[in-house]
């Protein structure tokens, strides 16, 4: 106290408590800090938990793919094409080509530079129709085989992996794609199907 009877300011200082309103918005900081630091960890360890504990299916290209026995185009006829799977399946008749006939899966990808192959049923090539042929730079491969006759790809049209079910339906496993070789149309898997 000083001689007017007012209290010392040193003495003020030092009994006047800290104001509430500071501790209270301090504490809130931090607890908001905290908080979302721990939920944001919660939230990424929880999430690598469940996808460890929960693995993906495949879907699409690289998993397999069904096709229905009605699908599957009859012995010697035109292939089909399932974009979801990107191949071309051939029902090679027995006798064609080398082939002892069965069903091929070729990847649309041109082994060349990677361009997508159609099938040409109407491209004339040494006097014989029905080709596979690459757009880009003309690589021509033949349907029973994917065996290449012109253009610049360094072999034949790979193939995939094909299961037959007791139905007759079939699986493609698209993420086994094999290169094309000179044993191409000996991949063919016999297929009885439903047809007998
Ligand atoms: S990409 Fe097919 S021939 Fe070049």
């Not at 004339?124 to 790809?153: M, N, Q, Y």
Request: hydrophobic share 35%; charged share 20%; glycine share 14%.
């Amino acid at each position: 106290m000083d001689d007017k009877g007012e209290p010392d300011r040193v003495d003020v200082a030092r009994s006047a408590p800290p104001p509430p309103s500071v501790i209270n918005r301090r504490a809130f900081v931090l607890t908001g800090f905290w908080g979302s630091i721990a939920a944001v960890t919660a939230a990424i360890v929880g999430g690598w938990g469940i996808d460890f504990l929960w693995p993906k299916k495949l879907a699409g290209f690289r998993a397999p793919i069904g096709v229905k026995a009605s699908k599957i185009p009859a012995p010697g006829t035109d292939p089909v094409h399932v974009c979801e799977g990107r191949f071309w399946l051939v029902n090679v008749a027995p006798g064609e080509g080398e082939s002892p006939g069965g069903l091929l899966a070729f990847y649309q990808k041109c082994p060349h530079l990677g361009c997508s192959v159609p099938w040409r049923p109407d491209f004339d090539f040494g006097g014989k129709k029905g080709w596979f042929r690459c757009p880009c730079h003309g690589s021509t491969f033949t349907r029973e085989g994917g065996i290449l006759v012109a253009g610049p790809s360094s072999r034949n049209m790979d193939t995939m992996a094909i299961t037959v079910k007791p139905n007759g339906d079939i699986t493609v496993q698209t993420g086994q794609v094999k290169q094309g070789g000179a044993d191409n149309p000996s991949r063919a898997l016999p297929y009885p199907g439903p047809r007998g």
